[in-house]
């Protein structure tokens, strides 16, 4: 169960706490040279333009990485479906591929657990992957909303959830075998 059910974050989440020190910094920087104060060293550019920058690419690069293992835990658990064709094993990694299977299997893919935020995560994910035209600083998905790196790392908080998903849905194709 362990395999499948996992999305291990622990180095991400120790990179993610660095990227909020260095922003953190940033602004307080920021902050104290508006009160008049001498900051040595302080660079307006690095201090307000390549903070949010370096936010947005962490944060983008971590949804990746998370979605990704679901997506690569998912597929392991749906080739145990019964019925599952060769062509079907060689598409896995496509959401409605994967909700054709679990349906004819009687899985309401879209009532296991924490399903929208696993749906968040793919949308963001593809956004991220296909749609960003070359910017670094946000994401429009296909359903309109928008990422900056204050929503990537809002999402990214959530990145817990998965681990419910992939569990939920282990748990509902198990029982398809009476494990």
Not at 88 to 97: A, D, G, K, P
Not at 127 to 140: D, T, Y
Request: net charge positive; with cysteine; aromatic share 10%.
């Amino acid at each position: 169960m362990l395999k499948v059910t996992r999305v291990r974050r622990k180095a991400i989440d120790r990179i993610a706490a660095f990227v909020e020190e260095e922003n953190e910094k940033a602004y307080a920087e920021f902050s104290a040279v508006l009160d008049g104060e001498k900051v040595d060293g302080w660079k307006p550019a690095a201090a307000l333009y390549d903070a949010p920058l370096f936010a947005f690419s962490f944060y983008a690069l971590a949804i990746v990485h998370c979605y990704s293992l679901v997506e690569n835990n998912r597929a392991l658990l749906c080739e145990r479906l019964p019925g599952i064709s060769r062509r079907e094993r060689r598409s896995l990694h496509n959401i409605q591929t994967v909700t054709s299977c679990l349906n004819r299997a009687r899985v309401q893919h879209d009532r296991t657990r924490c399903y929208r935020t696993m749906e968040t995560f793919r949308e963001v994910n593809n956004a991220i992957k296909h749609c960003r035209l070359g910017l670094s600083h946000e994401i429009v998905t296909r359903s309109g909303q928008k990422y900056e790196p204050k929503q990537l790392r809002a999402l990214y908080a959530r990145a817990k959830y998965l681990e419910r998903y992939l569990e939920d849905l282990y748990r509902r194709v198990s029982n398809l075998h009476g494990q």
